[in-house]
């Protein structure tokens, strides 16, 4: 069965950017092909994780505020079905890391991780997430979260304007509905990886 | 009498919790981390104990609201046994609810409803 | 203003800040400034103002000791200095005598070393983080000198055994940031509040010496994003101030118009995350929809809806748009109706007036003691607007008022910045048709060198005044920059507000204080 691409309504394949990246990461995934049957339930879950992630409601700094202004009237992240941020990590499916993460929060950020519940996704949201931003010189400012924790999407900008965050939302989803859910994809056993000799994460 | 649709409700409740739980067992995925199993308090661990005496107002608050729970729950089969019964029912649940009014005035006047 | 610094010997230090205290009636602790003074050794910079003749003076207490600096407290005078000198300790490593929490307030309590030491190494290597999570010891330590000049250390216990306690914590939706507030509960009923800050402290201080002064500008707009105009308006008055720019009205009308757009889009997000902590979402939406409009107005100018990078040493970056005087009128007649909106669905609800009257009271000798400048200040009754008092760019030319109640609770709080945005309204109303012509930009020199000394410049913020203290040793870099933050007076004075009150007022008093984490911690 040829691979499918994935489909984000009233918006054309060719539109998004990194199309690579994607095409490359679904040829891994059906590496042993996938029959029918197994491959439309996938595609069934799938719909459904995409279309209903709900974030935490994780704001550090500055691009905290812009988030919040995704959430809001003019730009509304509700029809995407980032329906309501839930508070609390166990119930949360994507953690964006919207703002610096300092050496004292890192702790912090890794413990909320830890406690979300799988599946869960990470965007990183803002310069200062991806690399530390304009604080990259400094003493306390960790330079980039995906020292701590496997990041999906990564949405540069400081702040990055309400449309590309949604734009970063968007290829989040279509990153999900890759994804292959039935015939024992979730239980295979992925290597930790080592960071200043501390396990950091599993997924 | 209706012990048939008891059993199938009672089995139907069972099956549904069982099954949700195999399945989920089966094909969900799968990690855990000792951080999983520790209550979540905004990111920071825990500080002290939980086991500590709590105060008393949380078990008067209990109490009263289990109470008209309960009152609630009684109200349920009378709905259903009332057109059998005619006007004694009502008087006969008359009672009761004035009964328990008479327990909520009081503890209002003993100022169980404020927090102290 | 220009710092002259009176200098107060260390051994009858204590005895002279407290005659300035009850004698000259010098009631407002501005803000201490820590600095490693270099071969002259550690000390600090105390700025004090008299409240009612709003004369400003400035202190300095050095000790020459490096390895083991010692300054006698001043937080039995003013309550504020307490978390100032816990700040000042942390950053420096200066131990305040008499202080009956010296334990650090940005920084992890394992963490070696004191920063913002000119001999401290900030090597990626020096600086790694660690994943663990931090052990915070549960005693605090004072430390006294006796007769001989020895110096005592005094071991407080923070928590008992029996004590309740719980993180309101970096990650929680009313915290509006990450503050962790440590709570000692007792059933309902809060008993005491430990705040730790630091959790977003990017030392932003300390890179500013390294930058020249125009590459300061930039951090600005990132520490209290809601007053990105003010704090970077701020900076660049003192630095104007120091090398003596003057600067054109048309400069001084379009910094007077910004900041006041800024100050209603702060306030609007203000009346936005009250109403969502307490539940009504609502309101919530219905404010972000208007400061959406603020907001487009901004950006046709500079850009930037958020970090705006608007103004720069000698003036404004660009010249206000073509469209700006038409837009700005037409915003101000279409923000005058949402106030009696906004009125209807949230101000007169009963549930808002029980959580809101009563609740939280500051009264206006705490509000001077701790230094909360801004709307909790004004909601007290204390006349701090810096507009009027110390006044800069054209708030002596306008017609405004300044709005204060005399509660002091959450209710008054939240009915100062409702009235301020209306008198912000005036403000630009009064000033849009007028803009002189001229030049948008006085050119300065390529590099930028500000003669040497020290000054102070302060500006009012959206929650507070926000102040520069910059000193200067004649190079393109300064030797020390502070902000005073705005809200780290208010997080200092929320344990003594809430104590005795009830857990949902927390939230209350947290939403009306409207503090902002980034300010904070720097």
């Known amino acids: 069965m040829e691979v499918r691409k994935p489909v984000i309504k009233s918006i054309p394949y060719d539109e998004f950017k990194d199309n690579e990246t994607l095409e490359k990461l679904t040829k891994e995934l059906q590496d042993g092909g996938a029959n029918v049957i197994v491959g439309s339930l996938d595609q069934v879950v799938n719909w459904g994780r995409s279309n209903s992630l709900w974030s935490l409601t994780f704001a550090t700094s500055c691009c905290g505020i812009e988030f919040m202004a995704v959430g809001c009237a003019r730009y509304d992240f509700a029809r995407f079905g980032f329906e309501v941020c839930r508070n609390s990590p166990r119930q949360a499916d994507l953690i964006m890391c919207a703002g610096t993460i300092t050496n004292k929060m890192a702790p912090v950020f890794k413990r909320l991780y830890d406690q979300m519940a799988d599946p869960k996704y990470v965007i990183a949201v803002g310069g200062c997430a991806i690399s530390g931003g304009p604080f990259k010189t400094s003493y306390h400012v960790v330079n980039g979260i995906d020292e701590i924790v496997p990041v999906d999407v990564y949405i540069p900008g400081c702040p990055p304007r309400p449309e590309a965050m949604l734009y970063g939302m968007m290829q989040l989803q279509r990153k999900i509905k890759v994804e292959k859910f039935f015939g024992g994809a979730n239980h295979k056993e992925h290597k930790p990886i080592v960071v200043n000799g501390v396990e950091t994460y599993e997924k | 009498m209706y012990y048939a649709l008891l059993i199938t409700v009672i089995l139907t409740a069972v099956v549904l919790v069982v099954a949700a739980y195999v399945i989920a067992k089966l094909i969900g995925p799968r990690s855990y981390n000792k951080v999983k199993g520790e209550p979540f308090e905004c990111g920071i661990p825990t500080h002290g104990t939980s086991w500590i005496p709590l105060h008393v107002g949380y078990y008067l608050f209990a109490i009263l609201f289990l109470m008209f729970d309960v009152e609630t729950v009684f109200l349920y089969p009378w709905a259903v046994v009332i057109k059998d019964f005619g006007a004694m029912a009502l008087v006969s649940i008359g009672i009761f609810l004035l009964v328990l009014v008479f327990g909520l005035a009081y503890a209002w006047r003993k100022g169980a409803l404020e927090w102290k | ?522």
């Open chain 3, 1 to 522: 203003m220009k710092l002259e610094n009176k200098i107060f010997e260390l051994k009858n230090f204590a005895s002279e800040m407290a005659k300035l205290k009850s004698e000259k009636h010098f009631d407002f602790l501005v803000t201490i400034v820590g600095e490693d003074f270099g071969e002259e050794g550690l000390g600090c910079i105390y700025i004090l103002e008299n409240t009612k003749t709003n004369e400003r003076i400035s202190i300095k207490a050095v000790d020459s000791n490096r390895e083991n600096a010692y300054i006698p407290t001043v937080s039995n005078l003013w309550k504020g200095a307490e978390i100032l000198e816990r700040e000042v300790y942390d950053l420096f490593g200066i131990k305040f005598l008499g202080n009956k929490d010296m334990r650090r307030l940005y920084l992890r309590s394992d963490f070696n070393g004191y920063p913002f030491r000119k001999d401290y190494d900030l090597s990626p290597e020096n600086n790694k983080y660690t994943l663990e999570d931090d052990v915070e010891p549960d005693y605090t330590i004072e430390y006294t000198m006796d007769e001989e000049g020895h110096i005592q250390q005094i071991e407080h216990k923070l928590f008992t055994d029996d004590d309740y306690v719980i993180n309101i914590g970096p990650q929680h939706p009313a915290t509006h940031g990450v503050l962790r507030l440590q709570t000692i509960l007792d059933g309902e009923v809060i008993r005491k509040i430990y705040p730790h800050c630091g959790y977003i402290h990017r030392g932003i201080e300390k890179m500013c010496e390294d930058y020249t002064y125009p590459q300061t500008l930039a951090l600005t707009d990132r520490m209290d994003y809601l007053s990105a105009m003010m704090n970077r308006h701020a900076l660049c008055s003192v630095i104007e101030d120091a090398m003596g720019v003057e600067l054109s009205d048309r400069i001084h009308y379009i910094r007077t118009i910004m900041d006041e757009l800024q100050r209603i889009d702060s306030h609007l997000l203000f009346y936005s995350c009250c109403a969502q902590d307490l539940g009504a979402l609502t309101a919530f939406i219905f404010g972000m929809r208007d400061r959406e409009e603020v907001l487009n107005v901004m950006e046709e100018t500079t850009g930037g809806r958020l970090i705006q990078n608007y103004y720069r040493i000698g003036g404004c970056q660009a010249d206000i748009d073509t469209n700006f005087v038409k837009d700005v009128k037409k915003f101000c007649e279409y923000l005058k109706p949402k106030f009696k909106e906004y009125n209807d669905i949230f101000t007169g609800n009963v549930i808002l007036h029980n959580r809101f009257q009563g609740v939280g009271i500051l009264s206006k000798e705490n509000a001077i003691s701790y230094g909360c400048t801004g709307g909790t200040g004004r909601a007290a009754g204390w006349n701090n607007d810096v507009r009027k008092n110390h006044p800069y760019d054209m708030y002596d030319k306008v017609d405004f008022q300044e709005i204060t109640y005399n509660n002091g609770d959450c209710f008054d709080r939240y009915m100062v910045r409702m009235k301020e945005m209306e008198q912000s309204i005036h403000i630009i109303e009064q000033l849009i048709d007028n803009i002189p012509e001229g030049d948008f930009y006085i050119k300065q020199k390529p590099i930028i060198r500000v003669p040497e000394g020290q000054w102070y410049t302060s500006v009012e913020g959206s929650r507070g005044e926000i102040g520069v203290y910059l000193d200067s040793k004649g190079d393109k870099t300064p030797y020390r920059l502070k902000f005073r933050p705005m809200g780290l007076p208010l997080v200092s004075a929320m344990d003594e507000i809430l104590r005795g009150e009830k857990i949902a007022d927390l939230i209350s008093v947290g939403a009306t204080l409207d503090y902002v984490i980034p300010d904070i911690d720097r």
